[in-house]
C-alpha cells in the first residue's frame, strides 16, 4: 500500500490551506462535526478516585480485547490511571446528562464527588462501574503512549457488563441522541 501526502489550498471560504501548519481552532471546529458516543472514564479506589467525560474510547482490537482511550494530560484523572494501572469505560445512556455534566468538571464538581447522584459498582480492576451505563468496559492498563497534550492508553480488557439502551450522543457542542434502528 502506497500512502499519498497531498498539499490543498483555501478555493472557497470556510476552506483552510494545508500547505504549513493549521490554526489549532481549525482542527478543533472540524471534529465538532463528528458525533461522538459519550462515555465517563473512572478510575481509582475510595478516597482517590476520580474520571472524566470523554468521546475518545473506543475498541482497538476484539483479539485480544483492548480499549483505547485519550486523556488530557492536565487532567485529574490522568495521574489516577497512572498510578492505580486501571480506568473502566461507561458508555453513558439517554438521561445520564447531568453525570457526564459532573464527570466534565461543570459546577467545579472534582474527584470522588463526581460519583454522588449515581449508583455505582466495580467488576475486576477496582474502577468503577456505573449502573445503568449503556456498557462497561473494565480494563487493565497496557500500554501509554504520551503525545503532545494527551496520552493514549490501551487498555486490556478484564470485564465487560451490558445494559444496553440508547446511547448518549455529542455533537457541536451539545448533547443529542441516536436510537438504535434509527
Avoid at 51 to 63: C, E, I
Avoid at 74 to 87: A, D, K, Q
Wanted: glycine content about 14%; hydrophobic content about 40%.
Amino acid at each position: 500500500m502506497t500512502l499519498v501526502s497531498q498539499t490543498f489550498t483555501a478555493r472557497a471560504p470556510g476552506l483552510v490551506s494545508l500547505g504549513g501548519a493549521v490554526p489549532a481552532p481549525a482542527l478543533k471546529d472540524a471534529m465538532r462535526h463528528l458525533a461522538g458516543g459519550v462515555s465517563v472514564v473512572t478510575a481509582g479506589t475510595g478516597d482517590e478516585r476520580t474520571g472524566a467525560t470523554v468521546t475518545t474510547a473506543h475498541s482497538l482490537s476484539v483479539d485480544p480485547e483492548t480499549m483505547i482511550v485519550s486523556i488530557n494530560l492536565s487532567s485529574s484523572t490522568w495521574p489516577v490511571i497512572r498510578r492505580f494501572g486501571h480506568y473502566c469505560v461507561n458508555l453513558l445512556a439517554q438521561g445520564q446528562q447531568p453525570i457526564a455534566d459532573r464527570f466534565a468538571g461543570r459546577g467545579g464538581v472534582k474527584g470522588r464527588e463526581r460519583y454522588l447522584g449515581a449508583d455505582w459498582t466495580v467488576l475486576e480492576t477496582g474502577a468503577g462501574v456505573l449502573v445503568g451505563a449503556v456498557a462497561s468496559v473494565d480494563c487493565e492498563v497496557e500500554e501509554i503512549i504520551e503525545r503532545h497534550s494527551h496520552a493514549l492508553i490501551l487498555g486490556t480488557v478484564r470485564a465487560v457488563a451490558v445494559s444496553g439502551g440508547e446511547p448518549l450522543v455529542y455533537s457541536h457542542g451539545r448533547y443529542g441522541r441516536v436510537a438504535p434502528g434509527e
